[in-house]
C-alpha cells in the first residue's frame, strides 16, 4: 500500500506550504513510505483529487485545497483530519497502516482492541487454534501417547520386581531391627530415667540434709534455753546442802540429845 500526498508545489498561500511541510515532515520520522503528487504541474493528478474527495469532505466552494491523502485509492483526509490524528497518537490508524510493534499507538490499539472484543472472544480464538492444532497433530499425540502407557507400563513391571526382590531382606530382618531399634530406644528413655532420678534423689538428699541442719541448730538453741534454769537450780540446790551441813556441823546441846533419847525409848516399846 502506497501513501498518495497531493501537494501543490508552486503555491502562493504560505499556509498551505506550510501544512504541506507538516505532513511530509512527520511521515518522514514515523518512517511511512509515500509519493508526492503535484497537482500544480499536472492536471491528472488535480483531476483525480477533486474526483475522489468525498463530498461531505469537500468545502462550501466544492475544491478541495492541498494537502490531500490517500491510501492507494481510499481517502485518508486533508491536513485537519491529519493533524486530529496526531494529537491522537493515532496516524497510522488514520492512514490505514498497521502501527509497528511496540509504539505508542501498536499498545492503545490492542487496549481498545480488549475493550470492545473483551477477554473471552480472545480466548475462544486461541482455543479454537489450539484446537485446530491439536487436530492436525492427532495422529503424532495419539502415538505418543501410546509409547508413553508403554513405558510406564514397563517401569511399573520394574519396580514390581525390585520390590518383591527387597521385601523378603525386609521381611526376614524385619524383627531384629525393631528390636535393635526398641533396645536403643529403650536404652536411650532408661538412661534419661535413670539421669532424672539420681536428680532427684539428689534434690531430696539436700532438702533433708538442710532440714537436719535446721532442726539440730533448733536443739541446740533449746537445749541453751534449758540449761539456764538447771544451772539456777542446781546452784540453789548446792547452797541449801551447805546451809544443811552447817546446821549439822553446828554442836547438840543436852537436851536434844535427851529427848532423842527418849525418842528411840518410846519407838522401842
Known sequence: ??????????????????????????????????????????????????????????????????????????????????????????????????????????????????????????????????????????????EDEENLEAEEVEEEILDDDSLKREVPMEEFNGDEHTEEVEAEVGGETGEEAAEEATEEDAAAEEKVAKEEEEAVEDTEEATEDTKAPVKQEEAQEEVEDEEAKGEDDQPVSEEEEELRQLEQEEEDE
Open 1 to 142: 500500500m502506497v501513501i498518495k500526498v497531493f501537494l501543490a508545489s508552486s503555491s502562493g498561500s504560505t499556509a498551505i506550504k506550510k501544512k504541506q511541510q507538516d505532513v511530509l515532515g512527520f511521515l518522514e520520522a514515523l518512517k511511512v513510505d509515500y509519493a508526492p503528487l503535484d497537482i500544480a504541474c499536472n492536471e491528472d493528478n488535480r483531476m483525480w483529487m477533486r474526483e475522489n474527495v468525498p463530498v461531505e469532505k469537500k468545502p462550501t466552494n466544492g475544491i478541495p485545497l492541498p494537502p490531500q491523502i490517500f491510501n492507494e485509492e481510499s481517502y485518508c483526509g486533508d491536513y485537519e483530519t491529519f493533524f486530529d490524528a496526531k494529537e491522537d497518537n493515532a496516524v497510522f490508524a488514520f492512514l490505514g497502516l498497521p502501527p509497528p510493534p511496540g509504539s505508542k499507538e501498536a499498545k492503545e490499539a490492542e487496549k481498545a482492541f480488549i475493550l470492545e472484543n473483551g477477554p473471552v472472544e480472545n480466548g475462544t480464538v486461541e482455543i479454537e487454534t489450539v484446537e485446530s492444532e491439536t487436530v492436525e497433530n492427532g495422529t503424532d499425540d495419539a
